[in-house]
């Protein structure tokens, strides 16, 4: 990038989206720099190739959700689980976890206290071990409150190789339940309405590990930031395939939709975390519905759509009342510091 | 911990500080909860024991030094050595870094850019690649600029069983040079203070690397937060034996002394982050300072002292005057934000 362009630009919310100009500044700022096949991938976790374990995955996330608590959660919770979940949908066991708090001066021992109960909770359910952390504290002011950093590592399933080159026209996409919960049960506590709904946060291994068994996976991706939208629209474009989708078969609560219209936001756009997508074998796809059904995180798992010839690189819905548009990239931030 | 004594307390920023408020902090609200041998261990990276791979090692730090660019490197390079040394100190040959930024809205694009720059400089100069990473902005005034988190994986030097069981008295204690630069550094251009200190920030891994290879190394640790001192008095803990150094072998430059004592600061308590402390086996402390004094970050390596079976738990400084002082944890917090 030349240095012009990088001159008075300044970093801007929608940077942290997961959307357009999140893969931008990745692009302009990083990839180039840090480059190397791996990396350069962009998938959740890292698959390491060279540390004598050929199967192992690594990946990391920083967590800076606002408020700290919130309905179905709280940020010890989703800093467990999220990146429980990135080396899941890599088909990896999750095994271990480090967990670095950046804490502002002033921070009540009481809520740190919550958190790491929480993240201790989380990571026995998950059953991975948080094996070790880092403490820094900044000046009140200088931070909000609590961010937390987990970094986790995890063993790739013998034989599993999931790829984007694997997806094929007539593969079949399916979601393990209801979408949108997670970003709304957030914005619902971080601006004070009285809604029911609750976030979806957990962790998705047992899940998956159920579905890898079947085999005919290909794909899968966790809609988080950006929600099923953005995790569509990378599927289509890394493909290089097209994507139907059918509006009636996405699982949506009707407090989802409700809340999501007063807010005026798209339930396809909003965060989930207890959420994935798996682009799937035509033939085997009813067979991994019917395993996703028996596990508790699969009861609403839905197939709401297809890999297609046409639209390529486009994410296309068709809409309940038979209409069709264009799903695009999430252009902004929708929604700050959900995750 | 009960709970009546939580309610109340706050984070200070001495909870950040290396020191004892540290040491408390991560006791009572973080190992009882999360339990695990490897955790328990509190060493600088952990190691993984069911990866498949016995020799795997994983850490995490994450990186809040203010201001971002100082003498001698910036948050970028000290990401990227902090976690490579954390590895190094392990006896791990440092292989994978993660990056996860969290960033200030607003923030020039042109700070991110040099940072970036310098991280994948200094992890070319490290022979690491950074492989998997993550980015959240947060709302003006929510963090300060720019943090950090990098973890690590590496894998353990082949035979090699680092361990306090292996530490007795006779044992000398080894530092590769000057001490005290890092945080000093980065306070004079804090407080814009007119010094020729210039941190020493680096990455250990050929050095250490060098000195495996003699044998007789029985534990290793960086001064970084807590300094010196901070180690010293770790090392005589976890050992059960007492620590005497020699204040005249300490390596300290002329102007760290000056600059230290205007600041009111004691040199043995400030960062460091280009050096190691190994205590070694008394017969092979000879050659090991031999093989250290040729490589760049060795040249003013020096034997500080020993471990003696008096003093159990403590640590002795004899002064240049001859006299002897009693080396203590640190309390409190000396330069807070310094990594």
Redesign the interface.
Known sequence: MKKTE????????????GGIA?SS??KE??LD??D?P??RLL?D??V?K????K??C???????V?PLFFPGGDIGTLAVNGTVNDLSVMGAKP??I?????????????I??KI??S??KA?RSARV???????????K????KA?I?T?G?G?LQKGLTLSKKKIKPGDKIIINGEIGSHGLAVMSKRENFKTNIKSDCAPLWELIESMLIVGGIKFMRDPTRGGVATVLCEIAEISGFGIKIDERKLPIHENVYSFSEILGLDPLYVANEGKVIAVTNKDKAAFILSKMKKHALGKEASIIGEITKENKGKVVLETIVGGERIVDRLVGDQL??IC
């Open positions: 990088i001159k008075n630009r300044k970093i801007l919310l929608s940077h942290g989206s999140m500044l990745i700022l990083m720099k840090f190397n791996i990396l998938t976790s890292a390491l060279s540390t004598g374990e199967n192992l690594f990946t990391t996330d920083s967590y800076v606002n095994l271990y480090s967990c670095s708090f950046i804490l502002e001066e002033g921070l009540d021992w009481e740190l206290d790491t109960t993240m201790a990571a071990q948080i094996v070790t952390g880092d403490t820094k504290v900044v000046e002011g200088s931070a909000d961010f950093n970094s590592v063993i700050p510091r």
